[in-house]
């Protein structure tokens, strides 16, 4: 089994997760304003990510964007990583490869605890990809500990470049945030994820 083979049912039932479902539990979460060059980056790319309408196209074209500038955003002082394998637990099934990674620790040469956040990538509905993003929040909880560098919290967003959907994973905790989050907010959804990487979610 991979991350990929997880539903949401099947990853909360497997991991006794207690499920939370709640619309706009970041909606409080005060904006990031995007940089000017971010800003026309999107402007050229969205159009030509949801024109080519692949999982590749979105990734690269939309999300990379965005998570490049949350790390200057916080002058390289985390780290990203992309489609890197992430084999944490074979026994349990946390095997696989993850979209994006993003580490607390601001080496880029190999992946150093703590992971604070995964965002995995979908061509369609972000909700397609819920099961596949817990269950790779759940190899980050158990490889900050086994590094020992626990963290209180491990977030997750699922997203197709243009539509975000947000989680967070407090032990055995895990909240949903049901509500979408739009690229043309991307203020918004800066916000949030610089709030997961400052621990304020």
């Given at each position: 089994?991979?991350y ?36 026309a ?8 990510a ?93 490889f ?24 967070k994973l407090e ?6 945030d ?24």
């Amino acid at each position: 089994m991979a991350y990929s083979n997880f539903t949401l049912e099947s990853v909360v039932t497997g991991f006794q997760l207690e499920k939370i479902e709640s619309a706009g539990i970041f909606a409080e979460i005060e904006p990031v304003t995007p940089s000017a060059e971010l800003t026309a980056i999107l402007r050229k790319k969205v159009p030509l990510a949801i024109a080519i309408g692949t999982e590749k196209a979105r990734s690269e074209l939309i999300v990379a964007d965005v998570l490049v500038e949350l790390r200057e955003q916080f002058e390289h002082h985390i780290s990203l990583f992309s489609g890197i394998d992430f084999s944490v637990d074979a026994e349990k099934g946390l095997t696989g490869v993850c979209d994006f990674l993003i580490s607390l620790s601001p080496g880029q040469l190999f992946l150093e605890a703590p992971v604070i956040a995964l965002v995995e990538a979908k061509n369609a509905e972000p909700k397609l990809g819920l099961g596949q993003c817990v269950a790779e929040m759940l190899a980050a909880q158990h490889f900050n500990a086994e590094k020992g560098n626990q963290i209180p919290c491990v977030y997750g967003a699922t997203t197709s470049g243009t539509e975000w959907q947000f989680l967070k994973l407090e032990k055995q905790k895990l909240h949903i945030d049901i509500a979408d989050y739009q690229i043309a907010q991307c203020d918004k959804i800066l916000g949030i994820l610089s709030s997961m990487v400052s621990q304020k979610a």
